[in-house]
């Protein structure tokens, strides 16, 4: 089973500022790995797939690089609508099976 | 435009069998591009995917829930359906239907809580 870590858990940060989030796999995921943004009450929704492809409508401040075991969501310019929980996800087995990470919360500092 | 709808009990007793079902709409559940499965999520906790389905029937599961875990599908009314047996206050959770292509285009979720 590949084990998606993702670091920090909770992530401080001032509006307007930038936020770098970590996601790590515990082998290599190619480029098979998406990110999501999470709302209360809300279901997941896809921001980046194939490690740093926006996904439609995913604004230009959402940012996705990596590949093998290291990735990383950069946010550019906190807004208010992105305070959230953040997912990471791998495919690199599908469909024999799909993992995500923790998840990140991305709070107001 | 695709959407999954869930539908189902709310509560589910201890040991009985949770069962859900989800409609697929704006979209064809015997595309061959994608698999269509479950994803849950107990309360302020994280995200577990369950198990995948194609149309033809072939099924994948998560092995820590396999021996409980029964996916179906019924192509003629374009739905999907997920049983989960014996189970426990843990199984609480938000269950999302899924189109599986990798990435994942979710449904709403619906809660179900297991309490006698």
């Known amino acids: ?109 | 435009q695709l959407q999954l709808q869930e539908s189902g009990p709310g509560l589910v007793k201890p040991s009985e069998t949770l069962s859900l079902t989800c409609t697929v709409s704006g979209g064809s559940i015997s595309s061959s591009s994608y698999y269509w499965g479950w994803i849950r999520q107990p309360p302020g906790k994280g995200l577990e995917w369950i198990g995948s389905i194609y149309y033809s029937g072939s099924t994948y599961y998560n092995p820590s829930l396999k021996s409980r875990v029964t996916i179906s599908v019924d192509t003629s009314k374009n739905q999907f359906s997920l049983k989960l047996s014996s189970v426990t206050a843990a199984d609480t959770a938000v269950y999302y239907c899924a189109r599986l292509g990798g990435v994942i285009h979710w449904g709403q979720g619906t809660l179900v809580t297991v309490s006698s």
Do not use: H
């Open chain 1, 1 to 109: 089973e590949i084990v998606m870590t993702q670091s920090p858990a909770t992530l401080s940060v001032s509006p307007g500022e930038r936020a770098t989030l970590s996601c790590r796999a515990s082998q290599s995921v190619s480029s098979n790995l998406a990110w999501y943004q999470q709302k209360p009450g809300q279901a997941p929704r896809l921001l980046i797939y194939g490690a740093s492809t926006r996904a439609t409508g995913i604004p230009a401040r959402f940012s996705g690089s990596g590949s093998g075991t290291e990735f990383t969501l950069t946010i550019s310019s906190l807004q208010s609508e992105d305070f959230a929980v953040y997912y990471c996800q791998q495919y690199n087995n599908w469909p024999l099976a799909l993992t995500f990470g923790g998840g990140t919360k991305v709070e107001i500092k």
